[in-house]
């Protein structure tokens, strides 16, 4: 079930509604399970089962692991959460991927293998909830937080519709406590969340899907040496479409969640106003980076160890950062990159951080715009279908070719620069900046007729919106 939908309107209407009603709190979290549920199965109801399985396999595993004084018996059980839920994890979402790359070292071997043909359904949103649940076992088992005490409050962790299939990725002491005591939007966080919801709309229907994919879908299906000009404004329409699409999401799902009295963190913080990689990636998807840096990061030594190990941990990490977006070998090199770059940045701060001339606004607007054209330089890898295709865009980009072709329109152009334009502005007033205090600064007319305007917006434009981006992930 689309958030862009006329189905979701019916349904978070009905959701809202009970949740309103006369009822006690159990009966009321009852009811979001299992509006949860018919959430998610809207898409494929099988996979159903697979919440259930990692619902109850790490209910058990997180009350035993409590209760097990024995290290050894602790990491078998840890281990058997950690196996079994990155097992369905690598069977769905990674299997094909394994199977193209065994095929191809048997074919440099000299071996001819024709692998069976696969036809597994990737299930939606199977990295965020694979990743929450870990969470919870995991907080158990390094004893920084105790088991739920309701199977019905840790049910509804794992499912709670609104980060369900694309997060935010919530820590379970974030959540789990909130579900403990009756819960209901007050008048204010009532319009705050509707408010969000049509601010979230916006970004993914009109932003994303009605401005800025028309034109990156242009540069990235051509098979060509592309104009400079067009390869850049294609890779930044890009940047635009997955920033206004994810951050679309993440807004509009904790608007929803908001409407119903629950609190969801923020996973976006206007990153393309970063000053290098490190602020990018405390800016960008909050959730994951900070979900990569407690659980992998940081239990592989961080930068506790030698300087080669603190550099070891950081590529590892990003690379399988990398991998979690997705089954290809150009989100590897996605990740591979933004390790390499955060690395370059470690490094330079060791060395020469402690110069003056650094904390100066002119060297800062020069590293902002240096993150963010190679930020840029690393969404071709993300958007790209393969190398072929990656590699005629940065060639397109960097090379400046004097015979590339021109495959956007003057409307393309002028939307994307306009677009963009608009995009960075905000990110750059608003990089300090609180929405909360802008609005509560802001004239109530005005705000009302900004959100007026987007929702007439969004009514224009719903026709060719699509489903969010980062549901495949």
């Given at each position: 079930?689309?958030?862009?939908?006329?189905?979701?309107?019916?349904?978070?209407?009905?959701?809202?509604?009970?949740?309103?009603?006369?009822?006690?709190?159990?009966?009321?979290?009852?009811?979001?399970?299992?509006?949860?549920?018919?959430?998610?199965?809207?898409?494929?109801?099988?996979?159903?089962?697979?919440?259930?399985?990692?619902?109850?396999?790490?209910?058990?595993?997180?009350?035993?692991?409590?209760?097990?004084q024995r290290l050894s018996r602790r990491r078998m059980l840890l281990a058997v959460s950690v196996a079994v839920n990155l097992g369905l994890l690598g069977y769905f979402k990674?299997?094909?991927?394994?199977?193209?790359?065994?095929?191809?070292?048997?074919?440099?071997?000299?071996?001819?293998?024709?692998?069976?043909?696969?036809?597994?359904?990737?299930?939606?949103?199977?990295?965020?909830?694979?990743?929450?649940?870990?969470?919870?076992?995991?907080?158990?088992?390094?004893?920084?937080?105790?088991?739920?005490?309701?199977?019905?409050?840790?049910?509804?962790?794992?499912?709670?519709?609104?980060?369900?299939?694309?997060?935010?990725?919530?820590?379970?002491?974030?959540?789990?406590?909130?579900?403990?005591?009756?819960?209901?939007?007050?008048?204010?966080?009532?319009?705050?969340?509707?408010?969000?919801?049509?601010?979230?709309?916006?970004?993914?229907?009109?932003?994303?899907?009605?401005?800025?994919?028309?034109?990156?879908?242009?540069?990235?299906?051509?098979?060509?040496?592309?104009?400079?000009?067009?390869?850049?404004?294609?890779?930044?329409?890009?940047?635009?479409?997955?920033?206004?699409?994810?951050?679309?999401?993440?807004?509009?799902?904790?608007?929803?969640?908001?409407?119903?009295?629950?609190?969801?963190?923020?996973?976006?913080?206007?990153?393309?106003?970063?000053?290098?990689?490190?602020?990018?990636?405390?800016?960008?998807?909050?959730?994951?980076?900070?979900?990569?840096?407690?659980?992998?990061?940081?239990?592989?030594?961080?930068?506790?160890?030698?300087?080669?190990?603190t550099y070891a941990n950081l590529m590892t990490t990003m690379l399988l950062g990398g991998l979690w977006h997705g089954a290809s070998w150009t989100f590897v090199v996605w990740?591979?990159?933004?390790?390499?770059?955060?690395?370059?940045?470690?490094?330079?701060?060791?060395?020469?951080?402690?110069?003056?001339?650094?904390?100066?606004?002119?060297?800062?607007?020069?590293?902002?715009?240096?993150?963010?054209?190679?930020?840029?330089?690393?969404?071709?890898?993300?958007?790209?279908?393969?190398?072929?295709?990656?590699?005629?865009?940065?060639?397109?980009?960097?090379?400046?070719?004097?015979?590339?072709?021109?495959?956007?329109?003057?409307?393309?152009?002028?939307?994307?620069?306009?677009?963009?334009?608009?995009?960075?502005?905000?990110?750059?007033?608003?990089?300090?900046?609180?929405?909360?205090?802008?609005?509560?600064?802001t004239p109530a007319w005005l705000v009302g007729a900004l959100l007026g305007i987007m929702m007439t917006l969004i009514l224009i434009t719903q026709g060719g919106s699509d489903?969010?981006?980062?549901?495949?992930?």
């Open positions: 079930m689309l958030f862009n939908s006329l189905t979701f309107v019916v349904f978070f209407g009905l959701v809202l509604a009970l949740h309103n009603a006369p009822l006690d709190w159990k009966t009321k979290k009852t009811n979001l399970l299992i509006a949860s549920y018919l959430f998610y199965a809207a898409w494929n109801p099988p996979f159903v089962v697979l919440l259930w399985l990692s619902t109850v396999l790490d209910w058990n595993i997180a009350k035993r692991l409590f209760s097990e990674y299997g094909e991927f394994l199977m193209e790359n065994f095929v191809a070292l048997l074919s440099l071997a000299g071996v001819a293998y024709q692998a069976p043909e696969w036809n597994i359904i990737l299930p939606v949103g199977i990295s965020f909830y694979t990743f929450q649940t870990m969470a919870y076992s995991l907080d158990v088992y390094l004893k920084r937080a105790e088991p739920a005490d309701s199977f019905l409050d840790f049910a509804l962790f794992v499912t709670f519709f609104p980060q369900l299939v694309a997060g935010p990725i919530v820590r379970p002491t974030h959540l789990l406590p909130q579900f403990a005591v009756p819960r209901k939007a007050t008048g204010r966080q009532l319009a705050w969340g509707l408010g969000l919801i049509v601010l979230g709309l916006f970004q993914k229907i009109v932003v994303a899907d009605g401005l800025l994919s028309p034109v990156a879908d242009a540069a990235f299906n051509s098979d060509k040496l592309l104009n400079p000009l067009d390869a850049w404004l294609g890779t930044l329409a890009f940047s635009g479409q997955i920033f206004s699409d994810f951050a679309g999401y993440s807004t509009t799902a904790i608007g929803v969640a908001l409407t119903l009295g629950f609190g969801l963190p923020d996973n976006f913080r206007y990153p393309y106003a970063s000053i290098g990689f490190s602020d990018f990636w405390r800016r960008w998807h909050i959730s994951l980076s900070s979900w990569l840096r407690d659980y992998l990061y940081i239990p592989l030594g961080g930068n506790r160890k030698n300087e080669f190990r990740g591979g990159l933004h390790g390499l770059f955060l690395a370059a940045e470690r490094w330079l701060v060791g060395r020469f951080g402690k110069l003056g001339i650094w904390s100066r606004w002119p060297a800062r607007i020069f590293l902002a715009l240096l993150t963010y054209a190679l930020v840029n330089i690393t969404w071709v890898f993300f958007r790209a279908q393969d190398f072929a295709t990656a590699w005629r865009m940065i060639t397109s980009m960097l090379s400046f070719p004097s015979d590339g072709e021109k495959v956007l329109t003057s409307i393309y152009v002028l939307e994307t620069v306009l677009t963009i334009g608009a995009m960075l502005v905000v990110h750059w007033r608003m990089r300090n900046r609180d929405l909360h205090q802008v609005v509560a600064a489903a969010f981006i980062y549901f495949q992930f």
